[in-house]
T-cell receptor
Framework: EPEVTQTPSHQVTQMGQEVILRCVPI?????FYWYRQILGQKVEFLVS????????KSEIFDDQFSVERPDGSNFTLKIRSTKLEDSAMYFC????????????FGPGTRLTVL | AQSVTQLDSQVPVFEEAPVELRCNYS??????LFWYVQYPNQGLQLLLK??????LVKGINGFEAEFNKSQTSFHLRKPSVHISDTAEYFC???????????FGAGTRLFVKA
């Protein structure tokens, strides 16, 4: 069964450094998403991406964040200058061109900012 | 705007007992409803979804949920739980015309032997 994959599984970085989190969505999906989950808290929507542009974003997704689909398979989340409070699990999701747009999630990348 | 309230943060239950995890939502527009499960140190797995039609939906691992529009609820049930059902369960809602999914705070189901 096709699945969303994410790399790396765990990323440790120093405050102020740039990080890029990578995702490979399910191959025939057209909508892509990033969510984050701070330890012990709820899953929060960051951004959705369709047709090579951001379709919706939350107030969390400020100028420090950017997304890109650099080729036909990868979908990336870049955090320009990481802060301690960016430490979280980041989930990528994708959905098909169907009415419900059910989202299928990857296993997540745990980002630790020191 | 939508919101999701999961009424119980933790639910301990004995193996083979029935369980109900409660979820209420609020929205001014039509929504789709979902339950996801998260096992320790893993991602989110779709358990079941309500899009339209029959208000009783069946999912994987013997779970089912009932959509109640008048009470704006989407409670998850299983008639007999197993130790392996121990996990965090998230109720979620998505605007039928939008992109993002809004998650509840989660309910930790702990199944005891």
């Amino acid at each position: 069964e096709p699945e969303v994959t994410q790399t790396p599984s765990h990323q440790v970085t120093q405050m102020g450094q740039e990080v890029i989190l990578r995702c490979v969505p399910i191959s025939n999906h057209l909508y892509f998403y990033w969510y984050r989950q701070i330890l012990g808290q709820k899953v929060e929507f960051l951004v959705s991406f369709y047709n090579n542009e951001i379709s919706e974003k939350s107030e969390i997704f400020d100028d420090q964040f950017s997304v890109e689909r650099p080729d036909g398979s990868n979908f990336t989340l870049k955090i320009r200058s990481t802060k301690l409070e960016d430490s979280a699990m980041y989930f990528c999701a994708s959905s098909a061109q169907s009415p419900d747009r059910t989202q299928y999630f990857g296993p997540g990348t745990r980002l630790t900012v020191l | 705007a939508q919101s999701v309230t999961q009424l119980d943060s933790q639910v301990p239950v004995f193996e083979e007992a029935p369980v109900e995890l409660r979820c209420n939502y609020s929205s001014s527009v039509s929504v789709y409803l979902f339950w996801y499960v998260q096992y320790p140190n893993q991602g989110l797995q779709l358990l079941l979804k309500y899009l339209s039609g029959s208000t009783l939906v069946k999912g994987i691992n013997g779970f089912e949920a009932e959509f109640n529009k008048s009470q704006t609820s989407f409670h998850l049930r299983k008639p007999s739980v197993h130790i392996s059902d121990t996990a965090e369960y998230f109720c979620a809602v998505a605007n039928t015309g939008g992109f993002k999914t809004i998650f509840g705070a989660g309910t930790r189901l702990f199944v005891k032997a």
